[in-house]
C-alpha cells in the first residue's frame, strides 16, 4: 500500500498493522461497509477501497437520531475517500423496546440495521458487510456488538485501539482523522425515558446553540427537564460566559433547568446509573 513520502517515518509503526488489515479486507472479496462518516468507518472504507475497489460500498443509515448535518458530512468524507456511497432510512423508533429505550436498546437498534444492511449487501452482490468497531469499543457497555455477531458482521479494526485507528487515519491523510467522536442521539437519555422524535429535535436545537459560541466537541444529554451539557474541561469558561443566552434558547427548547457536567464530556455517561444498579444487585444476592 502506498503512502505519502513525507509520512514514511511515521508509517513505520503501523505498516503491519495496516497492511494486516488490507489483507483481510482483501480476503472478504467484495464489502459493504456501514459508514457514519467518523473516523474508524472512514478507515474501513478508505483500506476497503484500495483493497477491493468497486467491490467497496459505503452506506451511511439515517437512524432518525443523527446529529445535524452528520449525513451531509459522511457525504462529503466519502467523496474524499474515493468510495461509492449510498444511503437509506430506518425507523428504530417503531422498535417498543428503542422508543422506551431498554438498556438492551443499542441490541435492537443494531439488529436492525445490520440486518437491514445485510439485506442490502445481498442485492448488491456483496458478500460481507463490515463496520468500524475497534478494541477500545470492547472495554465499554455495547449491547449492540451481540447482535453484529449474530449477523456475522466482520469489524477488520478489532485489533486496533481507538488511537491507534486515529493515527492510521493520520497517516492515511483522512481530512476526519481529528474529528471528535459522536455517538448517536439515542445516546442521551436515561434508560427507560421515552424517546420520541420530537425530543431528539430538542437536542439538535441545544447543541446548535452550544455550537454557534463555537463549542464543537459537544454532548447534550436529556433528563426529562433538565439538561445536562458535557464538554471539555477548556470550555467550560465559554458556556459560563454564554450562560445567559443558553439559558435563554434551552428554555425557548422546553428545559427548566440547565446544568453543566462536571464529569466534562464523556463516553457513556448514561451507562453510569446502569452500573450503580447492577453492583446494588450484585450485593443483594
Request: net charge neutral; proline share 3%; hydrophobic share 40%.
Amino acid at each position: 500500500m502506498q503512502l505519502p513520502r513525507q509520512e514514511a517515518g511515521k508509517a513505520h509503526r503501523y505498516l503491519n498493522e495496516i497492511e494486516s488489515v488490507v489483507a483481510s479486507i482483501r480476503a472478504c472479496e467484495s464489502a459493504l461497509i456501514a459508514f457514519s462518516g467518523g473516523v474508524d468507518s472512514s478507515v474501513v472504507a478508505k483500506l476497503a477501497e484500495q483493497a477491493l475497489g468497486d467491490n467497496a460500498v459505503a452506506v451511511t443509515v439515517d437512524n432518525g437520531a443523527l446529529h445535524r448535518g452528520e449525513a451531509e458530512g459522511a457525504d462529503e468524507i466519502a467523496k474524499a475517500l474515493g468510495i461509492r456511497r449510498l444511503a437509506i432510512t430506518l425507523e428504530p423508533l417503531k422498535l417498543l423496546e428503542v422508543k422506551q429505550n431498554d438498556p438492551q436498546r443499542c441490541y435492537y437498534c443494531k439488529r436492525l440495521i445490520f440486518g437491514a444492511l445485510r439485506c442490502m449487501a445481498d442485492e448488491l452482490c456483496l458478500k460481507t458487510v463490515m463496520d468500524g468497531t475497534n478494541a477500545s469499543d470492547l472495554e465499554r457497555y455495547r449491547p449492540g456488538l451481540k447482535a453484529l455477531r449474530e449477523i456475522g458482521v466482520v469489524s477488520p479494526l478489532l485489533g486496533l485501539t481507538k488511537d491507534e485507528v486515529r493515527n492510521i487515519a493520520r497517516l492515511l491523510n483522512l481530512p476526519n482523522a481529528d474529528a471528535p467522536s459522536v455517538a448517536c442521539l439515542f445516546t442521551s437519555f436515561p434508560y427507560g425515558t421515552t424517546i420520541t422524535s420530537e425530543r431528539i429535535e430538542r437536542l439538535r436545537g441545544a447543541e446548535d446553540a452550544l455550537r454557534a459560541i463555537g463549542i464543537l466537541d459537544v454532548k447534550v444529554r436529556d433528563h426529562h427537564d433538565f439538561a445536562r451539557i458535557e464538554v471539555n474541561r477548556e470550555d467550560a469558561e465559554t458556556v459560563v460566559a454564554h450562560s445567559s443566552t443558553l439559558a435563554e434558547t434551552f428554555s425557548k427548547l422546553g428545559f427548566t433547568y440547565v446544568t453543566l457536567d462536571l464529569g466534562w464530556l464523556r463516553s457513556g455517561s448514561m451507562d453510569i446509573s446502569l452500573n450503580s444498579t447492577n453492583k446494588k444487585s450484585t450485593k443483594a444476592r
